[in-house]
């Protein structure tokens, strides 16, 4: 069985909200605290990379449970730019927005599965799974 909520991303408020969602998605199905902060960070950085790059977005919680396998999907989307060099994302350390630059790379950690679509003048999808242990 598959639960799926959603915030749209328009302002900083959106981003609390994302975050509040995803905490609250996270205790739901079963994940401990340091696993809520884990996820809720992810939830926080895709949702901020939105706002600031794309103007407005979408970010989506999965709760997945069935065949014995319990988990959280965030799905990050957005109609903006697109990103040009994934590749350069995805360096640790690297920022265009002045910030410690642990984004995307830092959310693939914090994360267990981890994928990017991105096409220029499209947008972007982003989608990082949790799974619990």
Known sequence: MEYRSSVDIHSEWDIVAARQL???EAKKSGFGTVDQAR???AISELARNIYLYAGKGKIEIERHTGNGLRGI???A?????GIPDIRKVMED???TSGGLGAGMPGVKRLMDEFKVDTEAGVGTIITATKWLR
Do not use: L
């Open 22 to 24: 995803g905490r609250n």
């Open 39 to 41: 996820i809720t960070t």
């Open 73 to 75: 999907t965030i799905i």
């Open 77 to 81: 989307s957005d109609s903006g730019p």
């Open 93 to 95: 350390g690297f920022s």
